[in-house]
């Protein structure tokens, strides 16, 4: 998928869109983002060392593993972020890097999800995380 295809599944737009392009293999979200030190987190986090925030790290895998909503909701929904879980940071993320995710759907209690991913840089592991989010109405009453 292309940025405008995730966009049919995804609500972000403009800086907080943080995934540029995704598929769906066999269950797993696979999501890449290039860093191209230009992004807005990377201003002031750190001045003359950036280093992509964790929170956004666990930001992409969440986007990314709503891949796997793809036809399961429409555009009347929002999934949001309910709890992260086993968060780590093994190693950073820099301007040049592309950062890869893989992520899956382990458990649905509708409208929770319950997920886990992994995002890495040239095969090196920098995060790994269980998550949830929910699939409310985008209207509220």
């Not at 972000?12 to 869109?17: A, K, Q, S, W």
């Not at 986090?45 to 909701?73: R, T």
Request: charged share 30%; net charge neutral; hydrophobic share 40%.
């Amino acid at each position: 998928m292309d940025i405008e295809e995730i966009k049919k599944i995804l609500p972000h737009r403009d800086n907080m869109l943080l995934l540029d392009e995704a598929e769906l293999i066999d269950g797993i979200a696979c999501g890449r983002k290039k860093i191209t030190g230009s992004e807005w987190f990377l201003k002031g986090h750190f001045p003359g060392n950036p280093v992509v925030p964790g929170v956004i790290l666990c930001e992409i895998l969440a986007q990314s593993v709503c891949v796997c909503l793809d036809g399961k909701i429409d555009e009347s929904k929002l999934p949001f972020f309910t709890g992260l879980d086993k968060v780590k940071f093994k190693n950073p993320v820099y301007p040049g890097d592309l950062f890869e995710t893989r992520c899956e759907i382990v458990k649905i209690r509708e409208p929770f999800y319950f997920a886990k991913g992994v995002g890495s840089v040239n095969g090196k592991v920098c995060v790994s995380a269980e998550f949830s989010f929910a699939v409310t109405d985008k209207n509220r009453s």
